[in-house]
């Protein structure tokens, strides 16, 4: 499966950005999807998973309350919708995708950049 992200870009502490992952070349149903964040200087993290059929979401504490995991199987689409957004989200977010709910991330994005800032 090849994924691209997009939708990054600059937005105020506070603010929200919803950023999507398209899939193509596999049925994209058949992949568990997550994104993960690496900002600068730092290793990087998980963020959201989601499972295959949409449901069984799980979120890292720093955004549990703030970020909500979604996908459309007919589209082929992941998104990430973000509110209340701080300076510590910025990041490279990237989207992958894993046949093993559990297993590694076999498949990965480009990568979108999310910048918080005043």
């Known amino acids: 499966v090849q994924l691209q992200a997009s939708g990054g870009g600059l937005v105020q502490p506070g603010g929200s950005l919803r950023i999507s992952c398209a899939a193509s070349?596999?049925?994209?149903?058949?992949?568990?999807m997550a994104w993960f964040r690496q900002a600068p200087g730092e290793e990087r993290e998980f963020v959201a998973r989601v499972a295959r059929g949409g449901s069984g979401t799980v979120y890292a504490d720093s955004v549990k309350g703030r970020f909500a995991i979604s996908r459309d199987n007919a589209k082929n689409i992941l998104y990430l919708q973000m509110n209340g957004l701080i300076t510590e989200d910025t990041a490279v977010y990237y989207c992958?995708?894993?046949?093993?709910?559990?297993?590694?991330?076999?498949?990965w994005g480009q990568g979108t950049l999310v910048t918080v800032s005043s």
């Open positions: 992958a995708a894993t046949t093993i709910l559990t297993g590694e991330y076999r498949y």
């Open positions: 070349g596999s049925r994209f149903r058949d992949y568990h």
